[in-house]
């Protein structure tokens, strides 16, 4: 299982920015995948997650109405769509794969997902 992100950099307040995540060696089509950041000095937490076909996706109350989750089972790719960027999204973001199979809701549990990326930095600053 490989998970390889891109799309991370600077960006001003209010800014956009997508973020992407490369799946390989695995059926990307049939897992739930989820996005999470880490900010300096504070804990890995959820943003957002996608279930296996694409039909339902929860986000953190902290990005909601701001942030798309979106995949492209064709390209084995995860979306993270930006808008409206603040200073206090400023963080690597990291793609995972869920653990468990055509699951038909995402999950924001951080232990329930296996394999993750190595992250992408995203900084939003003037």
């Known amino acids: 299982v490989q998970l390889v992100e891109s799309g991370g950099g600077l960006v001003q307040p209010g800014g956009s920015l997508r973020v992407s995540c490369a799946a390989s060696?695995?059926?990307?089509?049939?897992?739930?995948m989820g996005w999470f950041r880490q900010a300096p000095g504070k804990g890995r937490e959820f943003v957002a997650t996608i279930n296996w076909r694409g039909s339902d996706t929860a986000y953190a109350d902290s990005v909601e109405g701001r942030f798309t989750i979106s995949r492209d089972n064709t390209k084995n790719t995860l979306y993270l769509q930006m808008s409206d960027l603040k200073p206090e999204d400023t963080a690597i973001y990291y793609c995972a794969k869920y653990s468990g199979l055509k699951t038909p809701y995402g999950s924001s549990v951080y232990s329930q997902y296996d394999y993750w990326g190595q992250g992408t930095q995203v900084t939003v600053s003037s």
């Open positions: 060696g695995f059926s990307f089509g049939s897992y739930t």
